[in-house]
């Protein structure tokens, strides 16, 4: 079992930056992969990010690429989003996950951005 705690949302206006973070504890994290996905008001879940167990691999959504860094630090149990050049478009609920092959198999609560015009 991984218990993920997402932190890090808020409220930015379009052209800022956030940085998310998702701290796991419970089984080795090191040994998963780890992912962002978002849920706009309205719309179904989608992935934003991927990054291999060991971070060597990214993985991003074509709506994110060149504004948005997955990274992670397995010393800290921790994987980061880093947001730039933020669009209202972005705005929703974010969530980290964790992937054991190819199943993203536990969630963490999520954490919300809202971007302004």
């Known amino acids: 079992q991984v218990q993920l705690v997402e932190s890090g949302g808020g409220l930015v206006e379009a052209g800022g930056s956030l940085r998310l973070s998702c701290s796991a504890s419970?089984?080795?994290?090191?040994?998963?992969?780890m992912g962002w996905f978002r849920q706009a008001p309205g719309k179904e879940r989608e992935p934003v990010a991927d990054?291999?167990?060991?971070?060597?691999?990214?993985y991003y959504a074509a709506s994110v690429r060149g504004r948005f860094t997955i990274s992670r630090d397995n010393a800290k149990n921790t994987v980061y989003l880093q947001m730039n050049s933020l669009k209202p478009e972005d705005t929703g609920v974010y969530y980290c996950?964790?992937?054991?092959?190819?199943?993203?198999?536990?969630w963490g609560q999520g954490t919300q951005v809202t971007v302004s015009s």
């Open positions: 419970g089984r080795t994290f090191s040994s998963y992969g």
């Open positions: 996950a964790a992937r054991e092959d190819s199943e993203y198999k536990f």
């Open positions: 990054i291999r167990a060991s971070g060597t691999s990214t």
